[in-house]
């Protein structure tokens, strides 16, 4: 399974970003995505996660009620909108299918990893 991740930019604080990881060599409907970030210097951190179906989603706390994950089953595809940008959302972010259906905040659950996507966001 190959990864592409794009949609990031330089952004302002309050601004918006859509963010899509299409994925291609097999098709991951079966299979739960997640999306994750990394600041310079930091941890890899997870962001959102959504099962098989896209009927279940979760959403890391820091950015809950300003981030969505979905995803379309039909294009391969899995979706991060994220909306009210703020400074501290600057990273790199990586999308990753699992290693099964459901959602998961591991990263050890993800077998596949995008190259990522860099998001700026400026004050």
């Known amino acids: 399974v190959q990864l592409q991740a794009f949609g990031g930019g330089l952004v302002q604080a309050g601004g918006s970003l859509r963010l899509a990881c299409a994925a291609s060599?097999?098709?991951?409907?079966?299979?739960?995505m997640g999306w994750f970030r990394q600041a310079p210097a930091n941890e890899r951190e997870f962001v959102a996660t959504?099962?098989?179906?896209?009927?279940?989603?979760t959403i890391a706390d820091s950015v809950k009620g300003r981030f969505t994950i979905t995803r379309d089953n039909a294009k391969n595809t899995v979706y991060l909108q994220m909306n009210d940008l703020k400074p501290e959302d600057t990273a790199t972010y990586y999308c990753?299918?699992?290693?099964?259906?459901?959602?998961?905040?591991?990263?050890?659950?993800?077998?596949?990893w995008g190259q990522g996507t860099e998001v700026t966001v400026s004050s």
């Open positions: 060599g097999r098709t991951v409907s079966n299979f739960g």
């Open positions: 990753a299918v699992a290693t099964a259906s459901a959602m998961y905040r591991d990263p050890l659950r993800y077998s596949y």
């Open positions: 959504i099962n098989w179906s896209g009927g279940s989603t």
